[in-house]
């Protein structure tokens, strides 16, 4: 059974910087595509930025491209999420999520396309 567990979330000032991990355990996820997604109150659940096994394959959303930088060590199970220049508008929790499917590139960012979501972490960013 997979488990993810996401952290690093918290309350930060418009402009600041927070790094988000998540760390899986349960099975290896060689060959899958792992991938970091957000809702705000009130909005569907957002993809944000998804990185393949090997780090080789990288997509980001749009609104934060430039700001975000995903990463993953698989020696240790866990990715990574650094968030910079962060704005009022990234306010969400947080949550991480596994491909259902095996790939070895990210070919899909849609929500339902990703499972065994962690229990998600805020983040409040500040005007």
């Known amino acids: 059974q997979v488990q993810l567990v996401e952290s690093g979330g918290g309350l930060v000032q418009a402009g600041g910087s927070l790094r988000l991990s998540c760390a899986a355990s349960g099975r290896t996820f060689s060959s899958y595509v792992m991938g970091w997604f957000r809702q705000a109150p009130g909005k569907e659940r957002e993809f944000v930025a998804a990185?393949?096994?090997?780090?080789?394959?990288?997509r980001y959303a749009g609104s934060v491209k430039g700001r975000f930088t995903i990463s993953r060590d698989n020696a240790k199970n866990t990715m990574y999420l650094q968030m910079n220049s962060l704005k009022p508008e990234d306010t969400a929790v947080y949550y991480c999520g596994v491909s259902k499917y095996a790939s070895v590139v990210v070919t899909t960012t849609r929500p339902s396309d990703f499972g065994s979501w962690g229990q998600g972490t805020q983040v409040t960013v500040s005007s």
């Open positions: 990185i393949s096994w090997s780090g080789l394959s990288i």
